[in-house]
């Protein structure tokens, strides 16, 4: 069930809070470890996965759209830079050495709160690497000292929907980004967290 959109007063006190995580209250660690997978910082060694990931119509679907190679390569470096300018980003998800998906954060200037995003290549899906390394990113960020965190989500990602209710996130309300309806996704504080704040 979707809830009712917060307070303007309650959307620009997260607002406010995400932005000063930006400026580096929040930081993330370079590379986490779950069971199966590592979820690595993307750097130069992943351009060959870009390119494939980002050119492939399943994935780009919901991540901007079908990119050309200098696209591929331009969504690679600003995945790269955003950690550079805010000390988080978007992790690429390993498994075996090998780049199977994307999970981690993104936060444009335009964005109230910061986002949890994941994508997966097609044959990796339904074995719930996402999930996985999902859940260790957004562990770890409570841990690190996020101050909210969501997943703004197309009404007709399903598939991506229910990994954020596996994660954790609940449906909260709808918003309207750079021109696009999405639901959001809010994901609770930790009650551990919460009594010790």
């Known amino acids: ?100 998906g994307l999970v981690g954060f993104w936060f444009p200037d335009d964005w109230p709160e910061i986002e949890l995003g994941y994508s997966l290549r097609p044959e990796h899906r339904g074995q719930g690497y996402v999930t996985e390394a999902g859940r260790a990113v957004v562990d770890t960020a409570w841990r690190a000292g996020i101050p909210s965190l969501v997943s703004y989500i197309n009404p007709a990602n399903l598939p991506s929907q229910r990994v954020a209710k596996r994660i954790g996130a609940r449906p909260a309300q709808s918003v309207t980004l750079s021109g696009h309806f999405a639901l959001v996704f809010r994901y609770p504080r930790p009650s551990a967290l919460e009594n010790a704040a």
């Not at 932005?19 to 199966?36: I, Y």
């Not at 759209?65 to 955003?82: I, N, Q, S």
């Open 1 to 100: 069930m979707i809830q009712p959109i917060a307070s303007a007063r309650v959307q620009s006190v997260r607002s406010t809070l995400a932005r000063k995580a930006a400026e580096g209250s929040f930081v993330m660690p370079d590379c986490l470890k779950t069971a199966r997978l590592v979820l690595t910082r993307p750097g130069p060694q992943h351009q060959s996965m870009a390119l494939n990931y980002f050119t492939d119509p399943d994935i780009a679907q919901y991540l901007g759209g079908v990119r050309d190679k200098d696209g591929a390569w331009r969504t690679l470096a600003m995945l790269c830079g955003a950690w550079d300018l805010m000390g988080f980003g978007t992790y690429v998800i390993e498994y075996d050495g090998v780049g199977i």
